[in-house]
């Protein structure tokens, strides 16, 4: 059974760091890229940070560019999404999803979604 269980989202300030772990299972983890997506209410999912099965070139959002930073292990089959600085506009479900070869165009694993709330 494959399973993506994301946790540690929260209430926080401006300002302040979260930091977003997800656990993955059932899978062959090392042949998948990784990513963090959210959906804020009334706006479409966005791809917010990717990184390939190896760990390369990691990939950014503009918006979170310089602030968020992906990581993954693969021995833990874990990626976590470090998110500094964080602004209101930051708020949204922030889901973590595993990627086989499509450009995040149809993700083929997705965790439940974990709720990040930003107040200013």
């Known amino acids: 059974q494959v399973q993506l269980v994301e946790s540690g989202g929260g209430l926080v300030q401006a300002g302040d760091s979260l930091r977003l772990s997800c656990a993955a299972s059932?899978?062959?983890?090392?042949?998948?890229?990784m990513g963090w997506l959210r959906q804020a209410p009334g706006k479409e999912r966005e791809l917010v940070a990717a990184?390939?099965?190896?760990?390369?070139?990691?990939y950014y959002a503009d918006s979170v560019k310089g602030r968020f930073t992906i990581s993954r292990d693969n021995a833990k089959a874990t990626v976590v999404l470090q998110m500094n600085s964080l602004k209101p506009e930051d708020t949204a479900v922030y889901y973590c999803?595993?990627?086989?070869?499509?450009?995040?165009?149809?993700?083929?694993?997705w965790g439940q979604g974990t709720q990040v709330t930003v107040s200013s």
């Open positions: 999803a595993a990627d086989r070869s499509t450009g995040w165009s149809q993700p083929s694993y």
């Open positions: 990184i390939s099965w190896s760990g390369g070139i990691p």
């Open positions: 059932g899978f062959t983890f090392s042949r998948y890229a």
